[in-house]
């Protein structure tokens, strides 16, 4: 009974948490749901306010026409030199005005003017001077009377005679605009007297302030008026016709939305009633639950989860009594039918998909550049390598003509050649170019619909060989050092024996009684002999031809004795700082001991050479992810110019003085990492340092 009132109790909480979230998700969606409403009930009714408006407009035009036109008060007119001619063409004009909803009417001559009111509630005017036109035919503008605003259509109905058609903006006239009962409509050219409508100037006004007054429609949602909240909608209708000169003038359209916040109000406390309606009853018919119950729901309950997750295999056990059981079989029965139909609709969405796709995938997965264009040399496609490959973007390219792309590779002959191709003169075009550090083989040929019709499209594939044309040049330099090896060896033993010769007579004649000048000059022929056996050695060991037998190193231990080395040997006035980074459980290398201290002495001391006595060099370890042992080494000398890199991995190449080096150290290090399977790349250019990187293999061990 404990561990059912603690299911019962934890069952509780979980429902309460469900229920307040449930509150919250649907407060929110009907929350948003009213926003969006509100919102397309504010579009709606500006443009029903706005067309009814524009209705008001094309009907009062209609009606200047018709005065315009009128052949018998052109004949009134000719008899307004006495008062019952001038009563005459007043009637006349009000009996063609009494069904427009027109509320006056002004007929201005040079003797005399009138001012006839067609509406019981209208401002009386008495001044007439603000209506003058000299426009010959009818127009509808907007007028100002003090704070009155009117739609006045003006008619020179002769020389001597004008027509002015009034329609007040009052409240009646707004009530013929709106559509809705909780709708608003103003018309006005300030922004403090919209504020002032609501009897909250102090609140609105900076709300409408920070709205766009030059936009010829815009919204706003929310404003606080102190007395509600409202959605409002602003709409520039024209240019007000006033002494003061044209301004702006504005057609509000304003909707309330406290209903919404009442039917908000009022589902929160639904919700929230229902919420603790079904708490209780849901406690109440859970006393009654037994745990033979309880399991089977908690089962279907871990399995829906399941389920959820994405699990149609999810199955529950049916050993269970009466509807319980038939429950759980018919939810097995259902998890297989869900299972077979969301396999088939996998199965379809990924055909669909596939299907739409297909072309896509094949033009995006090639590696190499594509573009299509058609016979103008507009660009039509392009392909995700040409993006990735070129600074532009695929919405700037597409639509570009082809001779306006701004990259190093097109030039006059490719484009040449699409002309060529869109026109049916060629089949296909290839060239190959080099632009910096790279190497591209351009391909054209046309786009064809079926094996003969031409489509007039042409397509253009780039395809970068910059890796291919480097591996060509690393077997040629690998070639190069394998003969020049041997050679090597050949030279080194035919020139070791005599010059040992030499050395030992020399060495024997330095022991006997001699003057000072001979002792001088044999001592110079030991020192540049001992040079040229020096040479030798060199020599021996770049054409050193490897035994079958692996040997592993550890490279850190290595490189800390290489290291220490090269510190004692260096002097303490000089200014060169060598750093050594380390990395952590760096494997063991497939280079023998020797052969990899020789290969990190001659980068060393090549690195020191080239900072010339002031200068830093960095040296760093660190593990590949694909098997390989990296080694850097690094410095921040004048670097090496770009005609000069390539050679540098040549035997005999140096750029040092005579005297100094002997252009072996570098093939000896690139022959070392090749013989272990390794590779080495270098980046350097002139006052940016040089840098070199190996890969070496990891040891099995």
Same mark, same amino acid.
């Given at each position: ?11 509780l ?16 969606l ?13 579009r ?5 306010v ?7 407009v094309?009907?009062?035009w209609k ?10 008060? &052109?004949?009134l007119?000719?008899? +307004? ?9 007043? /009637?006349g $004009?009000?009996?063609?005005l &009494? ?9 201005r ?15 009386f005017?008495d ?27 003006? $008619? ?5 005679? *004008? ?10 006239f707004?009530?013929l605009?709106?559509?809705?009962e909780?709708?608003?409509?103003? @018309?006005s ?30 919204e ?56 603790l309606?079904?708490?209780?009853l ?10 033979? @119950? ?11 989860? *399941? ?7 999810a ?10 059981r ?5 939810? /097995?029965e259902?998890?297989?039918h ?48 040409f993006v990735?490959?070129?600074p532009?973007?695929?919405? +700037? ?16 002959? @490719?484009? /040449? ?11 296909q ?6 632009v ?7 391909? =054209?040929?046309?786009?064809k =619909?079926?094996q003969?019709e ?20 690393k $077997?040629f330099?690998?070639? &190069?050092?394998t003969?020049?090896?041997f ?48 040479? $030798? ?10 035994g079958?037998?692996?040997?592993e ?6 490189? +800390?004795? @290489?290291?220490?080395?090269v ?8 200014g ?6 380390t ?10 001991p ?5 290969l990190i002495? /001659?980068?060393? *001391? ?25 080694? +850097? ?14 050679r ?7 750029? &040092? ?18 013989k ?17 990187? =190996? ?7």
């Amino acid at each position: 009974m404990k561990l059912f009132a603690r299911t019962l109790l934890i069952f509780l909480v979980a429902i309460s948490i469900q229920a307040v979230l449930t509150t919250g998700l649907i407060m929110g969606l009907v929350s948003r749901n009213n926003d969006n409403t509100a919102r397309t009930e504010l579009r709606e009714e500006s443009v029903l306010v706005y067309n009814n408006y524009n209705s008001w407009v094309r009907e009062i035009w209609k009606y200047a026409i018709r005065l315009k036109d009128n052949s018998d008060l &052109k004949v009134l007119i000719e008899t +307004t030199d006495n008062r019952s001619g001038q009563v005459g063409l007043i /009637n006349g $004009i009000h009996g063609i005005l &009494k069904d427009s909803g027109l509320d006056s009417f002004i007929i201005r001559q040079d003797a005399w003017d009138h001012f006839e009111i067609m509406s019981d509630a209208y401002p009386f005017i008495d001044d007439f001077q603000p209506f003058n036109s000299d426009r010959p035919h009818p127009y509808v503008s907007l007028k100002r009377m003090e704070d009155q605003i009117f739609l006045t259509a003006t $008619i020179r109905l002769s020389e001597s005679t *004008q027509l002015f058609l009034l329609k007040h903006f009052d409240d009646d006239f707004y009530n013929l605009l709106e559509g809705r009962e909780h709708t608003r409509v103003i @018309v006005s050219t300030d922004k403090s007297t919209i504020s002032q409508v609501f009897g909250s100037r102090d609140a609105l006004l900076p709300q409408l302030n920070g709205s766009d007054n030059h936009a010829p429609y815009w919204e706003l949602f929310d404003l606080n008026a102190g007395q509600g909240h409202y959605n409002m909608s602003i709409q520039n209708i024209g240019l007000m016709d006033g002494s003061t000169g044209d301004e702006p003038v504005s057609l509000l359209v304003i909707l309330s939305t406290e209903l919404y916040r009442s039917i908000l109000t009022r589902i929160g406390r639904i919700v929230l009633m229902v919420s603790l309606v079904i708490l209780a009853l849901t406690a109440i018919m859970a006393l009654f639950l037994s745990g033979q @119950v309880t399991r089977p729901i908690k089962k279907l309950v871990d399995a829906m989860k *399941q389920i959820r997750d994405g699990d149609f295999s999810a199955t529950v056990d049916t050993k269970a009594g009466g509807e319980v059981r038939d429950l759980l079989g018919g939810f /097995n029965e259902m998890t297989r039918h869900l299972s077979r139909n969301r396999t088939t609709m996998d199965d379809n969405l990924q055909e669909i998909t596939f299907l739409k796709d297909y072309n896509e995938t094949i033009i995006h997965s090639l590696q190499a550049g594509i573009i299509v264009v058609d016979r103008n040399l507009i660009i039509e496609k392009v392909n995700g390598f040409f993006v990735e490959s070129f600074p532009q973007s695929r919405g +700037t390219v597409i639509g570009m003509l082809l001779d306006e792309l701004t990259i190093e590779i097109m030039d006059e002959d @490719v484009c /040449n050649a699409a002309r060529e191709i869109t026109c049916g003169l060629s089949q296909q075009w290839s060239k190959t170019k080099r632009v910096e550090n790279s190497v591209w083989d351009i391909k =054209l040929y046309p786009l064809k =619909l079926d094996q003969s019709e031409n489509s007039g499209q042409c397509v253009i594939e780039f395809d970068d060989i910059s890796r291919k044309m480097e591996l060509e040049e690393k $077997i040629f330099q690998a070639e &190069k050092l394998t003969s020049l090896s041997f050679l090597s060896a050949g030279i080194a033993h035919e020139i070791n024996n005599p010059l040992s010769t030499i050395l030992s007579n020399t060495q024997h004649m330095l022991t006997r009684d001699l003057n000072d000048d001979d002792k001088d000059s044999l001592k110079w022929i030991e020192q540049e002999t001992n040079r040229i056996a020096a040479i $030798i050695r060199e020599l021996l060991d770049f054409s050193h031809i490897p035994g079958t037998a692996i040997m592993e190193t550890d490279v850190n231990e290595c490189l +800390t004795d @290489v290291i220490r080395l090269v510190r004692y040997g260096l002097n303490s006035d000089e200014g060169v700082t060598i750093t050594l980074k380390t990395g952590q459980a760096v494997p063991s290398a497939t280079v023998p001991p020797d052969e990899l201290k020789q290969l990190i002495l /001659n980068l060393v *001391q090549n690195a020191v050479h080239a900072v010339d006595g002031r200068g830093s060099i960095h040296v760093e370890t660190s593990q590949y992810d694909d098997g390989y042992v990296s080694l +850097t080494v690094s410095d921040d000398g004048p670097g090496i110019p770009d005609q000069t890199l390539p050679r540098i991995f040549d035997p005999f190449f140096t750029t &040092k003085p005579d005297g100094i080096g002997t252009g072996l150290g570098l093939s000896i290090v690139y022959g070392i990492v090749k013989k272990a399977g390794g590779d080495i790349d270098v980046d350097s250019g002139v006052d940016s340092g040089t840098t070199f990187r =190996l890969r070496l293999p990891i040891g099995k061990g």
